[in-house]
């Protein structure tokens, strides 16, 4: 192969593959809960390996009612007998009173809160799961039944689960 068509096909397979590695990079970022899409007025985030969601859309889609202290930047969920409590740009998150902390904290972006999804919805013992092909999120609330099979779930550990 003479060298002029060499150098032309290995330039040809960069761009190729700078353009998969742009487009997966801008890939939107999904959440499912129980199967069911959630639509949100501004994009998930992903931030040091956590993936951040606007906190109302989340809580309320959860079933959990919502307060905003915009004094504090303070929001609090209530479900059942759980509540929680994050503060933008704090580590540290409450749940009933508890003190946790949390790897990445709330934030505001584009006039947006955004909390970590992860915490959020296993502290409402939620099952949470990751989809890198699709870049989803797929949260399932204890006791969903898919048609007439129940998940019951399996933990693994660091903070993966199996569907049995």
Known sequence: MNRKLRNTLIAAMVAVIGLIISSAAKAEIKV????EPIAFDSNPVIKNGRTLVPLR???EKLGAS?????GAQTVTA?????????TVGSSAAYINGNKTEIDVP??????RTLVPVRFISESLDCTVSWDDMTRTVKIYERGFVFGSLRVHYLDV????????
């Open 66 to 70: 919502v307060d905003w202290d915009e």
């Open 157 to 164: 550990g660091q903070g993966d689960s199996e569907f049995i």
């Open 78 to 86: 209530v479900k059942d007998d759980k509540t929680l409590k994050l």
């Open 106 to 111: 709330a934030e505001i972006v584009k006039g």
């Open 57 to 59: 859309a989340i809580f």
């Open 32 to 35: 499912m809960v129980n199967n």
